[in-house]
């Protein structure tokens, strides 16, 4: 049994992290709220832009998708991967499960892709340090990295991330664009999802909205396309971004509350023991007094 000494060191140790623990359960579950209800007001916004693109996609045109270089297909010789992970740690197995989503998709794809002449290349695109330390630990090809975008991004944030998939894919340096997330279900629940992010699929109407309404475009849908795509991009990317956030604290609140709990459980064995330890040492020194008296 450890000395009473060593004892009392390691609880005022634990009693340190479990305050540290707690702190961060906190501070995550009071940003954590807003970021779920950033999340909540975005997703209509969302939703209605791609209500508008799949209204576009079904209007009688002239094979849109010839002249808009976003929808273009053409044979997949690169691969780009876009990976949005947490930039701290303290996020219990969200990091991990990303990386493996994105790590399954790759390999996916590739065979997917796969010819006999040929083995697609996968690039990637990072966002967030853990997703970066993650393609340059397996020794992939990084295109570009974005970190420090902080618990608020913005537009302008997604912006310049959908602007380096954008010209990547328009340059023919990529020719298929696919992002990794995880998606915010509720509070113990992050669900990583893998979308193709270009070229763009126009998302399918579902059946019974709007079916039946002729809608006139001005100006034509082509030209629509060439200026909302670009937009829609963003978007995208503006609400994996947001959805990242609210992910990433709802894990590290409950990765805290955990070892909150965890430390807490410690903290009572270790007293237990020190209590029986000392116990111990007294019943020790009042049989050598007594043995001594005897004596």
């Known amino acids: 049994m450890p000395s009473t000494r060593e004892i009392r060191r390691r609880i005022r140790s634990i009693k340190n992290i479990a305050q540290i623990t707690k702190a961060l359960q906190m501070v995550a579950s009071s940003k954590m709220r807003r970021a779920q209800e950033r999340v909540q007001q975005s997703r209509p916004y969302a939703d209605h832009l791609r209500e508008l693109v799949s209204h576009l996609a079904n209007a009688e045109s002239d094979d849109i998708g010839d002249e808009v270089a976003l929808l273009q297909q053409r044979p997949v010789r690169n691969i780009a991967i876009l990976i949005l992970s947490p930039d701290r740690g303290n996020s219990g197995a969200l990091p991990s499960n990303i990386n493996r989503k994105a790590a399954a998709a790759a390999l996916e794809q590739r065979n997917a892709h796969t010819t006999r002449d040929q083995h697609p290349d996968i690039q990637y695109i990072a966002v967030g340090r853990k997703g970066r330390d993650f393609v340059i630990r397996t020794q992939q090809h990084l295109i570009a990295e974005f970190t420090n975008i902080g618990d608020r991004p913005t537009m302008n944030d997604a912006s310049a991330i959908a ?78 971004l947001l959805e990242l956030v609210a992910s990433q604290l709802s894990a590290q609140m409950v990765a805290m509350k955990n070892a909150t709990d965890n430390a807490n459980e410690l903290l009572d064995d270790l007293s237990l023991t020190y209590n029986k330890a000392r116990q111990a040492a007294i019943t020790t020194q009042i049989l050598e007094v007594v043995s001594g008296s005897q004596a």
């Not at 992002?179 to 399918?204: A, D, S």
């Open 163 to 240: 602007e380096v998939a954008m010209d990547a894919f328009l340059k023919e340096e990529v020719d298929i664009v696919y992002m990794v997330y995880p998606k915010f279900v509720n509070t113990v629940t992050q669900q990583p999802t893998v979308v193709q992010l270009l070229p763009v699929q126009p998302p399918e109407e579902k059946e019974g909205e709007h079916t039946k309404i002729d809608y006139i475009y001005e100006p034509a849908p082509n030209e629509i396309y060439q200026a909302l795509l670009p937009r829609y991009v963003d978007i995208l990317v503006y609400q994996a």
